[in-house]
């Protein structure tokens, strides 16, 4: 195995009704105020919100609230939570939904200690080097946001969807009950289920060298949420199921699984970012377009992989089925694998892949992923 580090601070809080207690979490800790950070409103359609606010009340905790998140989370509405927190006095965030509020609650947090712009840390201007403290329980599970420093906004004037990432931005608890996820549409729940197959495999195809113990972390992970997936489509109540589809999303990209590998990148996220900020793609939806599609031009780079992923996940001896059984699977669990399907049209091809080559620059791949090359990676998404 290569030589690494692994640190992760976050505690975990896993089980029915552990969101109640986020205030006696709050209290312990020092924390007076918070800002109550959220969606476009279903943690009231729930009773979620009424249970925050009793256990932040019975434990003397003062909150402000900014909800209206959207699942592609916007760098307007984080430069409104950070005027709040610095008028405030706001010590922590409390985030309460998905991983798109969790995201827009870890660029507050960076943003509310310093005096510039915020966007500064997405383009590499400046250095996290504090953060306000972050709590988060999650309505959906995807990202992995509840335990990593990762947060992904999308910046409405540039039409750029960048990230920043520190382990001064991992949540200090996170609390999951699957209970709370119940909720979550069947479209959402496949986007979901993109997003981690994606943060799994993606260093597992693109790294030179990966360890068989990472490895059967991916795969483990990869079938895990396909059965997972295929039995909450059917019973969207069976809180084991979604219990365990929640784990092996955290796992996913905590950074457990790229421990010990070397030279793996995520050009499809890469890539991906381009489809969200241009057509606002849900993140998940856009994966699946663009997964398949850069399969096909990566194949052939580095087969090994895919033998092992078609020998261990489709107990298959042919490595281009990982590509048509996968397509077929995200199809299944109905995300689009075409632009088309995401009302995307062929002919914005050119424009997303001078956006995706912009963040390719950012993350030093450009060259490699070069305009042309994301053009022909695109091209393999074209309806037939």
């Known amino acids: 195995m290569e030589s690494f580090s692994y640190y992760n601070p976050t505690k975990i809080e896993f089980g029915i009704d552990k969101e109640k207690e986020i205030g006696k979490h709050l209290k312990k800790d020092g924390i007076k105020t918070v800002l109550l950070h959220y969606g476009m409103g279903s943690i009231k359609k729930i009773g979620l919100y009424d249970s925050v606010i009793n256990s932040l009340e019975q434990n003397g905790i003062n ?7 959207v699942s592609n989370p916007l760098l307007s509405k984080v430069n409104e939570g950070i005027d709040i927190c ?3 006095n706001i010590q922590a965030l409390l985030c309460v939904g998905g ?3 969790a995201d827009s609650g870890k660029a507050i947090a960076t943003g509310a200690l310093y005096e510039a712009d915020v966007w500064d840390f997405f383009i590499g201007k400046a250095t996290i080097e504090k953060a306000l403290p972050l709590y988060t329980i999650m309505t ?3 990202t992995a946001s509840e335990m990593n420093g990762n947060a992904v906004v999308t910046n409405e004037q540039t039409k750029q969807k960048y990230a920043i990432s520190s382990v001064l931005l991992n949540p200090v608890i996170s609390i999951i009950n699957p209970k709370l996820m119940a909720s979550v549409s069947e479209e959402y729940l496949a986007y979901s289920a993109v997003d981690v197959v994606a943060h799994a495999i ?4 693109t790294a030179s060298y ?3 113990i990472s490895s059967r972390f991916v795969e483990s992970i990869v079938k895990t949420v396909m059965e997972t997936t295929d039995i909450l489509l059917k019973n969207p109540d069976d809180n084991n199921a979604r219990g365990e589809f929640a784990w092996a999303a955290i796992q996913a990209l905590n950074g457990l699984t790229p421990s010990g590998t070397k030279d793996g990148i995520f050009p499809n996220h890469m890539i991906e970012h381009s489809l969200s900020a241009l057509y606002n793609v849900p993140h998940g ?4 377009v663009v997964i398949p599609a850069w399969m096909k031009w990566y194949k052939d780079q580095n087969i090994e992989p895919f033998k092992r992923f078609a020998k261990e996940i489709l107990h298959s001896d042919d490595p281009q089925s990982t590509i048509d059984e996968l397509q077929r699977w995200f199809e299944k669990i109905g995300s689009p694998t075409t632009l088309e399907k995401a009302n995307i049209p062929n002919s914005a091809i050119p424009q997303l892949a001078e956006n995706a080559n912009g963040l390719a620059k950012l993350w030093g791949l450009d060259s490699t992923y070069t305009v042309e090359t ?3 990676i695109l091209n393999n998404a074209k309806s037939i």
């Open 63 to 69: 909150y402000y609230e900014l909800g209206g998140v």
């Open 374 to 376: 994301i053009e022909t």
């Open 99 to 101: 991983g798109s509020v």
């Open 202 to 205: 993606e260093v597992y195809f």
């Open 210 to 212: 990966h360890p068989n």
């Open 285 to 288: 939806a856009g994966l699946s």
């Open 140 to 142: 959906l599970a995807a």
């Open 86 to 88: 610095k008028k405030q």
